[in-house]
C-alpha cells in the first residue's frame, strides 16, 4: 500500500521556466511533509518542508503548497536552472518521526 | 548545514560474508538515526529506527537477526549485513534526526553501495 504517490516519474521543463512536481497522500495522520532532491548514488538533501497545519511554505526559488482536502502537495520550482536536474521525492513524516518516501519524480531542465 | 557521512561507500563482498556500515553524524548530535535501502528506480524503504542506547525498531518484513543494528553513541550508528547474499545487494542509506530553522527533520548520508557476489 503506497500511501505516498508520485504519479510522475518524470518530467521535462525548460530553462527559466516553472517546474511543478506533484505528490498525492492517503494518510491524514501525517503532521509533516518534506521535499528531498536526490542525485544518483547519492543521499538525498533536504529541501523544502511543510506543516499540516500550513497550506504554503516558501524559500527562495522553491515553493511548497499544501492541499489537506485533497491531500495534495506540490513543489514548484521558479524559474528552473539546469542544475535543478535530478530526482525529487516527496516524503510525509508520521508522529513518531518516520518517514515515508514517494515514488520520486525525474526532473529534468533543458537549458 | 547538518553532514552526514557513511562508511564505505561502495563494498564488494563474497556470498555469506558480513558487511559493517557506519553512519557519522559530524556537526550535531542525533539521539535517532535510520537505514533505508533504496532499489534501483525505486523510492527509499525504510528498514529500521536505531536509538541511542536502546534497541533498533525494525520494520516490517526486515530481519532483525540479519540486519544488525548498533546506536553506541550520539554521532555513530553501525548496520551490519550478516551472511550476505546476493539479494542483499542494494543501496544502504543513512539518516539522522536532526533540526534546521527549528524545523524536525532527517538529514542524509551519501549512501553505500553493497554488491554481494
Known amino acids: 500500500d503506497q500511501q505516498v504517490k508520485q504519479n510522475s516519474p518524470s518530467l521535462s521543463v525548460q530553462e527559466g521556466r516553472i517546474s511543478i512536481l506533484n505528490c498525492d497522500y492517503t494518510n491524514s495522520m501525517f503532521d509533516y511533509f518534506l521535499w528531498y532532491k536526490k542525485y544518483p548514488a547519492e543521499g538525498p538533501t533536504f529541501l523544502i518542508s511543510?506543516?499540516?497545519?500550513?497550506d504554503k511554505n516558501e524559500d527562495g526559488r522553491f515553493t511548497v503548497f499544501l492541499n489537506k482536502s485533497a491531500k495534495h502537495l506540490s513543489l514548484h520550482i521558479v524559474p528552473s536552472q539546469p542544475g535543478d536536474s535530478a530526482v525529487y521525492f516527496c516524503a510525509a513524516r508520521v508522529a513518531t518521526n518516520k518517514l515515508i518516501f514517494g515514488t520520486g519524480t525525474l526532473l529534468a531542465v533543458q537549458p | 548545514g547538518a553532514v552526514v557521512s557513511q562508511h564505505p561507500s561502495w563494498v564488494i563482498c563474497k556470498s555469506g560474508t558480513s558487511v559493517k556500515i557506519e553512519c557519522r553524524s559530524l556537526d550535531f548530535q542525533a539521539t535517532t538515526m535510520f537505514w533505508y535501502r533504496q532499489f534501483p528506480k525505486q523510492s527509499l524503504m525504510l528498514m529500521a529506527t536505531s536509538n541511542e542506547g536502546s534497541k533498533a525498531t525494525y520494520e516490517q518484513g526486515v530481519e532483525k537477526d540479519k540486519f544488525l543494528i548498533n546506536h553506541a553513541s550520539l554521532t555513530l550508528s553501525t548496520l551490519t549485513v550478516t551472511s550476505a547474499h546476493p539479494e542483499d545487494s542494494s543501496f544502504y542509506i543513512c539518516?539522522?534526526?536532526?533540526?534546521?530553522?527549528?524545523?524536525?527533520?532527517?538529514?542524509f548520508g551519501p549512501g553505500t553501495r553493497l554488491t554481494v557476489l
Open positions: 539518516s539522522a534526526r536532526g533540526y534546521r530553522d527549528f524545523t524536525d527533520t532527517q538529514y
Open positions: 511543510i506543516s499540516s497545519i500550513k
